[in-house]
Structures are given as C-alpha cells and as structure tokens.
C-alpha cells in the first residue's frame, strides 16, 4: 500500500521560509513522478513543482519559479519543497502527490497522480 505523509507546514511571516517533506512508503516501481500542489479555501488545487525519478524538474510559472526548490532523497523515501520568500498568497494546504510513469512537462496536472498525501497548511502572514 502506498503512502504518502506531508509534513513541516506551519506560520511565518512574509519574507520567511519553511521547508515542506513527503515521506514515501509502498511504492515498488521505477520510474515516478512526484509533484507539489496547494490549495486555497476556494479555489482549484493547482500545481507548484514537480520531479522524476531522472531528477528533471518542472515549476509553476511566475507564482514560484525562483523562490520554491523541489528535491528528493531517494536513500530517505522524501519528497521535499524549499520555499522561500513566502508572499500571503502561498497560503493554502500543500500536497504531495505521486504518479506512475515520467511525466516531465505535464508533472503539474494533478488527474496523472495516482497516490496523494493528506496535506500540510502553509500559513504566510503579512
């Protein structure tokens, strides 16, 4: 049985960081695709970052290019997400997500994922 768990959300203040984890059990294939996606009360769950078992990358476009850093330890089963600079409007919950197959530039669509963690709130105050 796969498993996903989330961790390390929290509060800060704009301008702070925090560093979001995904542990990985159960899954036995080898080629994934891993992805970050959030959520805001109200709105659609979109896509942050995504990464292959190749370690090839993708991100979401203008919101978080250049402050939010996607990795993985494959020794450790965990999916990471470094943000930085956080603005009020990266509130929302964050999810990790893992799907079969190598998804490259379609990474940030959530129907590929087959397996989805339980979420952790960011909270960025101003």
């Known amino acids: 049985q796969v498993q996903l768990v989330e961790s390390g959300g929290g509060s800060v203040q704009a301008g702070g960081s925090l560093t979001l984890s995904c542990a990985v059990s159960?899954?036995?294939?080898?080629?994934?695709?891993m992805g970050w996606f959030r959520q805001a009360p109200g709105k659609e769950r979109e896509g942050v970052a995504s990464i292959d078992n190749l370690g090839r990358t993708n991100y979401a476009d203008a919101s978080v290019k250049g402050r939010f850093t996607i990795s993985q330890d494959n020794f450790k089963n965990t999916l990471y997400l470094q943000m930085n600079s956080l603005k009020p409007e990266d509130t929302a919950m964050y999810y990790c997500?893992?799907?079969?197959?190598?998804?490259?530039?379609?990474?940030?669509?959530?129907?590929?994922?087959?397996?989805w963690g339980q979420g952790t709130q960011v909270t960025v105050s101003s």
């Open positions: 997500a893992l799907g079969r197959g190598l998804f490259r530039l379609f990474g940030l669509i959530k129907d590929r994922y087959n397996y």
């Open positions: 159960g899954y036995t294939y080898d080629d994934y695709s």
